[in-house]
């Protein structure tokens, strides 16, 4: 089978919002750059759209040095640099990892921006993917998510009102397999790039969140629910989309035609 890449999005700081991109350099850890920021409690324990909608509003950009991060929630936006120092220990969903804080004027502002205590952390060291061997940054569980545009379609079709593919916040996006054709497909390659798609992606009430307003409603899950709740690894979830682990490295670009198989 044949793919197009239809979009490429990275996510700077984990539940931020996409910066959408013509090419992207695949790493270990998925596209570069990709969930390099992560929000954190006071603790360490990480913030996502699940507690906090209001990180939707947040419109980072980072070339790998300095990151800019605008919303309409703050006058002002924040720009820093990338800084190193000691890592302490942080959690996503539990499981430890590390961060190097980012200093306290971050903190200050994103405390502001959000209106609870917060602090910002760049990822360091290694996390290791639960299934398949692979790594990660700050993404919940596999470096690279993956969602056709049929898929969407055909979801949109069973709903009052459409709903934009940021929605689901897809690392690549791909047209040409048809509606859910990326269920059964193992493997894209092109652009030297090849990525292993090793399960589906669970799908959580961030959906619900329009990324553009932050404001929720629950009709998208509901929607999915109704016909696309599947069990894998013996739990029961609803499912869109596929994860993935990078096996060969290289740069995608929008308008690439890949092999699927």
């Not at 940021?166 to 493997?187: C, H, K, M, W």
């Amino acid at each position: 089978m044949r793919a197009v890449v239809a979009g490429l999005n990275v996510f700077p700081i984990k539940s931020g919002g996409a910066v959408a991109l013509a090419e992207a350099a695949l790493t270990p850890d998925g596209l570069r750059h990709d969930r390099a920021f992560m929000v954190v409690r006071p603790d360490g324990r990480h913030l996502s759209q699940r507690e906090v909608p209001e990180l939707a509003l947040l419109r980072p950009e980072y070339d790998g040095v300095k990151l800019t991060v605008h919303t309409p929630l703050a006058g002002t936006p924040l720009v820093c640099e990338a800084a190193d120092g000691p890592a302490r220990d942080v959690t996503v969903h539990r499981r430890p990892c590390l961060g190097v804080d980012q200093g306290e004027d971050a903190a200050a502002w994103f405390s502001s921006v959000l209106g609870l205590p917060c602090r910002l952390v760049r990822f360091t060291g290694t996390r290791d993917t639960r299934l398949g061997g692979g790594t990660l940054a700050y993404a919940d569980g596999y470096p690279v998510s993956v969602l056709s545009a049929e898929s969407l379609d055909d979801l949109n079709h069973r709903m009052d009102a459409r709903l934009p593919m940021s929605r689901f916040r897809p690392n690549i996006v791909l047209r040409g397999l048809g509606p859910y054709g990326e269920d059964a497909v193992t493997r894209l390659r092109g652009g030297g790039a090849d990525i292993e798609l090793i399960k589906p992606c669970g799908r959580c009430v961030i959906i619900n969140t329009d990324q553009e307003t932050a404001r929720r409603a629950p009709h998208p899950l509901r929607a999915l629910a109704g016909y696309r709740t599947q069990r894998f690894d013996g739990s029961r979830a609803v499912m869109f989309g596929r994860l993935g682990i990078p096996r060969a490295l290289g740069v995608l670009r929008v308008g690439d035609e890949l092999t699927a198989s």
